[in-house]
């Protein structure tokens, strides 16, 4: 009987601890600067890529011409996209299909999904969407988004 009271008392204390240091964390707790932002992109307004055919996308957060940006793209199978570069890098992470992406260093990655690769402010870069399915993938630039392609 006493070593279950000294184990609740233990607890009680353990408790009060924690409930006085989430008290002090609530009180440290910054005050957001943005607005939530959901968008369902089943559902969402694709748009067309400009210069490449078989290319949409939605914008999700930031405005991609002049601050840093986040957007979800969809290639259809087979879709070649050409040698190109960007001034921002590009932070990219694969839902469907298979990207198959060449860089001017010589390195060649086969982006799946659940892969992620980043690719530099810099690096011309040129590839295509694997046949048999589409590729939809997430990107981050954190510069605005500008394309230059590359003869």
């Not at 000294?6 to 002090?24: M, P, T």
């Not at 067309?48 to 840093?68: I, S, T, Y």
């Amino acid at each position: 009987m006493k070593t279950q009271r000294f184990l609740s008392r233990i607890a009680l204390f353990v408790l009060a601890s924690i409930g006085s240091s989430g008290q002090a964390l609530a009180q440290n707790k910054p005050t957001p600067t943005a607005s939530p932002i959901f968008i369902d992109t089943q559902s969402a307004q694709w748009q067309a890529c400009e210069g490449l055919p078989g290319c949409k996308f939605v914008p999700l957060r930031g405005n991609a011409k002049r601050e840093a940006s986040e957007a979800m793209f969809q290639l259809g199978a087979g879709v070649i996209f050409p040698k190109h570069w960007h001034t921002s890098a590009e932070h990219v992470v694969v839902l469907q299909g298979r990207l198959s992406m060449n860089l001017e260093n010589g390195e060649r990655y086969s982006v799946g999904p659940g892969a992620f690769l980043y690719n530099p402010g810099g690096m011309i870069h040129w590839g295509d969407c694997a046949p048999g399915a589409a590729c939809v993938y997430y990107v981050y630039d954190d510069q605005p988004y500008d394309v230059h392609l590359v003869d």
